[in-house]
């Protein structure tokens, strides 16, 4: 099974070839240019010694899953159709019926507080509600070792955790987003298309965690691949060199992966999968610019980013504006957010700016970014960033290269269009902050030991035996 999947991620020498010629005048392809401030699921994780036990990284498997995703890929290699959310032939056994009901164990104040905000994301542009309560079916979200959640209801108690260096929205989105059926973005089957897997700058032992999910276990709506997915981890997550190892065919969308942000399609694939848009069949709402009729008020749309109002035609409300272009460059300095972020200040939200700029009919608007603010250049833009929209479908992350921070020298963007979108995003940035290995535990289980071994991990095959020791090597080692 190993060697089936290291197999897949071997690269034609024609292929290499050519990524090599892509990379090699790209600078975001050469390696970081700042300092992270903070670390990602996956570097969380690695840094727990948990990563490669879980599967892709920071997912719980039930035994029924594990084995279906194995005989899946065994059975049906070279006949794949593109998925996303689960949806193998239980479905909807894994969906939540509408409510997901939670609870709080060891969490601390941030990680609660952060829950329930990426929890109120979700409830506000779906018809799913998040109640806390002490429902037999629940998530109990943990301070546990690392970022980690189950995809789907499994049934009774299952676990989330938020551990050091988790507690952020877009961390919480991530893993709620696994409990309600997502799946990693670059686990689509047609991520080769969209993707390439670059195992020379991945780190030892995560070239298992790449594999490609079939008709059998997921499903994406026929939706594109959208490089802003919240599901999508960022370009140099677990490189082992600083360079990216997942590269996007528009080699320009590099620091688009990884968003803290759910993206429209998500949106959309969440609101299909739950039946939420049923709700609407008979409505007359006509959305524009591609938003959908609200579940919840389906005189309403949700819109995608950048445009607001009942039926998506306007700007959002709150700051930016409309901006009209003339024959002669204007100058425009805004300031987004503050200089400053503390997670005790309960400032763990985005401020967002929306500006339209507007041209005469048949005319082409370009725009010349002449600085940004520096040291924020991460994936996924998650402290800052700066999206522009001139693509046709307005539901897609934005436009090729035109999401970026901290790019000194300027940068050009024009399209034969009479109004462009622009945001604005800006977290006030946090202090770098420095983790280590923790202590090797000998004999001691670790806190998600307990819903690990009452879904079989230890007999799970899934899994080498040397991750269920190092997760719980008290229990494994006795079995």
């Known amino acids: 099974m190993e060697k089936d999947i290291k197999d897949e991620l071997v690269l034609p020498p024609e292929r290499k070839a050519e990524l090599m010629n892509e990379m090699k005048n790209d600078m975001y392809a050469k390696e970081y240019h700042s300092k992270p401030l903070g670390d990602t699921i996956v570097e969380v994780n690695g840094k727990s010694n948990i990563d490669t036990a879980l599967f892709q990284g920071d997912v719980i498997l039930t035994e029924q899953q594990a084995s279906k995703i194995i005989e899946d890929i065994r059975a049906n290699r070279g006949n794949r159709i593109e998925r996303h959310a689960f949806h193998d032939n239980t479905y909807p056994k894994y969906l939540w019926d509408r409510k997901v ?54 049934g009774g108690l299952q676990g989330l955790s938020l551990g050091n260096g988790c507690e952020s929205v877009g961390t919480a989105l991530h893993e709620i987003g696994h409990a309600l059926g997502l799946f990693h973005t670059q686990s689509r089957h047609d991520r080769d298309d969209f993707i390439t897997v670059y195992l020379e700058n991945l780190l030892p032992g995560w070239d298992t965690q790449f594999v490609k999910h079939t008709s059998e276990t997921n499903y994406n709506y026929n939706f594109t691949y959208d490089y802003g997915s919240v599901m999508q981890y960022g370009a140099r997550s677990v490189s082992s060199n600083g360079k990216p190892y997942i590269i996007p065919r528009d080699i320009k969308y590099f620091t688009t992966l990884g968003s803290p942000f759910i993206s429209f399609y998500e949106k959309l694939m969440i609101n299909l999968h739950y039946k939420c848009t049923d709700n609407c069949k008979e409505s007359k709402t006509s959305c524009k610019n591609g938003g959908f009729p609200h579940p919840r008020d389906c005189s309403k749309c949700i819109c995608p980013s950048g445009y607001g ?6 700007r959002p409300p709150g700051c930016g504006k409309i901006l009209s272009a003339t024959n002669e460059y204007q100058e425009v300095m805004e300031t987004v957010g503050k200089d400053y972020y503390r997670r005790e200040d309960d400032n763990d939200m985005w401020y967002m700016c929306n500006y339209w700029i507007q041209g005469p009919p048949g005319s082409t608007i370009e725009v010349q970014f002449a600085n940004y603010t520096e040291g924020l250049d991460y994936d996924g833009c998650m402290f800052a960033g700066v999206e522009i929209k001139t693509l046709p479908d307005k539901r897609y992350t934005a436009s090729p290269g035109r999401e970026t921070t901290s790019k000194p020298e300027p940068e050009e963007a024009s399209s034969a269009v009479t109004e462009a979108e622009i945001s604005t995003v800006n977290q006030a940035t946090t202090a770098p902050t420095q983790t ?44």
């Open 309 to 314: 109002g009942d039926l998506c035609d306007q």
């Open 101 to 154: 009901n939670y609870a709080f164990y060891n969490a601390t104040a941030v990680g609660a507080r952060v829950f329930r905000r990426a929890a109120a994301l979700w409830a506000e542009n779906t018809c799913i509600d998040f109640e806390e309560n002490e429902a037999n079916d629940r998530i109990i979200v943990i301070k546990g070792e690392g970022c980690w959640s189950h995809i789907g209801r499994i």
């Open 436 to 479: 280590s290995r923790p202590p090797q535990r000998h004999c001691n289980d670790r806190i998600l030991c307990e819903i690990l071994v009452s879904l079989n991990f230890c007999e799970l095959t899934w899994y080498e035996t040397e991750d269920k020791e190092k997760l719980c090597p008290g229990f494994c080692r006795k079995h």
